[in-house]
Nanobody, 113 residues
Framework: VQLQASGGGLVQPGGSLRLSCRAS????????MAWYRQAPGKQRELVAF???????TYADSAKGRFTISRDNAKNTLYLQMNSLKPDDTAVYYC????????WGQGTELTVSS
């Protein structure tokens, strides 16, 4: 399985962005998926998690602003991010969790005016 994350970029505070993570292979729908992020000088942290049944969990920092979703027909995971803050600046990684764990390569988000 390979995970290809995309959609990062430079956004002004208060703006929105949607990240995508496309998975190769046929196991996407049977795996739990998640978005993590790692800011400069900080440890990687969980942002949002989605189970096979589409149940979701969010970090406190993401609640009310971010939405994780998945399209099993397209083997794609999404993270819709609204009301972005400079503290959201980080490299965002997608993760697939099943029998094996896979990480995407990361996509960088910078929130700055």
């Amino acid at each position: 399985v390979q995970l290809q994350a995309s959609g990062g970029g430079l956004v002004q505070p208060g703006g929105s962005l949607r990240l995508s993570c496309r998975a190769s292979g046929s196991i996407f729908s049977s795996n739990a998926m998640a978005w993590y992020r790692q800011a400069p000088g900080k440890q990687r942290e969980l942002v949002a998690f989605i189970w096979r049944d589409n149940t979701t969990t969010y970090a406190d920092s993401a609640k009310g602003r971010f939405t994780i979703s998945r399209d099993n027909a397209k083997n794609t995971l999404y993270l819709q991010m609204n009301s972005l803050k400079p503290d959201d600046t980080a490299v965002y990684y997608c993760k697939s969790m099943g029998v094996m764990v896979y990480w995407g390569q990361g996509t960088e988000l910078t929130v700055s005016s």
